[in-house]
């Protein structure tokens, strides 16, 4: 009986080119993935960095829209002064000024938290500065000064600062007198209050203190009236006629 030895067939493997051939189109497919993922993740950040700052700028306009929308009347008679005269032109520096530029003159407003921790009423005496960035770059941060213990002993600087917004280039306040918005109001020699006012913002590039472009405003109405302002919107009504 005759027994056939089987056969050994050949096994072909992969060639050297063939493995090349792979490997230079899995790292093609590697190097399209990786910029993919990290397009997107760029992406990703950009837009989540930017909602952040938008989100940062609109509570920080709230927060001066607040301010602004609750300007009070000077008071007057013999009594306390809880509310003074909003005077741009007396504006002046002083050491309990916290260290920066003044954006505003001093100004009352009826914007302050009541709680249970806190003495004082709602009156609080505001006012804005642009002080040096904390975070190293060219930039300017809002500050909010504000006063609640409206009668001291003695004079002091503000109770509490608070950093509105980083990255800032520039601001200023504008008052709209009825007809023209102007840069300084004295109520003292007015004695009205403006229609309107009008708080101007200008954000820095990242890492520079030049602007971004075009300003960010905000124009608040001031509902507050006082007896001139009443006489003078009664004769402008009465020359309508």
């Known amino acids: 009986m005759n027994r056939r030895r089987p056969s050994l067939r050949s096994t072909r493997g992969f060639t050297l080119l063939e493995l090349l051939i792979a490997t230079a189109v899995a790292a093609i497919v590697l190097l399209a993935i990786n910029a993919t993922f990290f397009g997107a993740l760029r992406l990703h950040n950009t837009t989540h960095e930017k909602i952040d700052g938008d989100l940062m700028e609109q509570r920080a306009l709230g927060i001066v829209r607040r301010d602004l929308a609750g300007l009070m009347l000077p008071s007057g008679g013999n009594g306390p002064v809880l509310a003074g005269a909003l005077q741009t032109t007396e504006v002046s520096s002083s050491p309990n000024d916290p260290a920066g530029d003044r954006v505003s003159a001093d100004f009352f407003t009826n914007s302050g938290r009541i709680d249970g921790w806190n003495p004082f009423s709602e009156v609080q005496k505001v006012a804005y500065f642009l002080a040096p960035a904390t975070d190293g770059s060219n930039s300017k941060a809002l500050v909010r000064a504000m006063t609640r213990n409206l009668l001291p002993v003695q ?40 229609t309107a006012i009008k708080f101007r913002l200008v954000m820095a590039r990242p890492g520079s203190a030049v602007d971004t472009g075009g300003p960010i405003e905000l124009v608040v109405p001031v509902f507050a009236t006082t007896t001139t302002s009443q006489t003078d919107a009664a004769a402008a009504a009465g020359g309508l006629e």
């Open 155 to 194: 004079e002091t600087g503000p109770d509490e600062q608070q950093i509105l917004l980083s990255g800032v280039a520039s601001a200023e306040i504008e008052f709209f007198d009825g007809t023209d918005w102007v840069a300084d109001w004295d109520s003292t020699v007015t004695s009205t209050l403006p």
